[in-house]
Nanobody, 118 residues
Framework: QVQLVESGGGLVQAGGSLRLSCAVSGTIVSINIMGWYRQAPGKQRELVVTISSGGSTNYADSVKGRFTISRDNAKNTVYLQMNSLKPEDSAVYYC????????????WGQGTQVTVSS
């Protein structure tokens, strides 16, 4: 089993910054993809960004140039640095972990609220 614990959400004014963290524990395979998704009220959950264990990233167009994902494999932790935040970035942000060895398994964190005021 894999557990994900997120931290770092909160309230910030437009143009501000926040940093999210997600610590992963449990049985972690070396080949994996970690990432962040978000869900605003009344909307579907959407991809924000992912990063593979090899370092490849995939950003949503809406956050390119503003958000940066990174990971510390030694700590099994993924980070999301969010700059130039906009009110439309307000959502619950979910950490995601996918093991890519054998049968693909997906795990989710509990979510952390990010609210950007205008």
């Amino acid at each position: 089993q894999v557990q994900l614990v997120e931290s770092g959400g909160g309230l910030v004014q437009a143009g501000g910054s926040l940093r999210l963290s997600c610590a992963v524990s449990g049985t972690i395979v070396s080949i994996n993809i970690m990432g962040w998704y978000r869900q605003a009220p009344g909307k579907q959950r959407e991809l924000v960004v992912t990063i593979s264990s090899g370092g490849s990233t995939n950003y949503a167009d809406s956050v390119k140039g503003r958000f940066t994902i990174s990971r510390d494999n030694a700590k099994n932790t993924v980070y999301l640095q969010m700059n130039s935040l906009k009110p439309e970035d307000s959502a619950v942000y979910y950490c995601n972990f996918r093991s890519m060895v054998g049968a693909i398994k997906t795990y989710w964190g509990q979510g952390t609220q990010v609210t950007v005021s205008s």
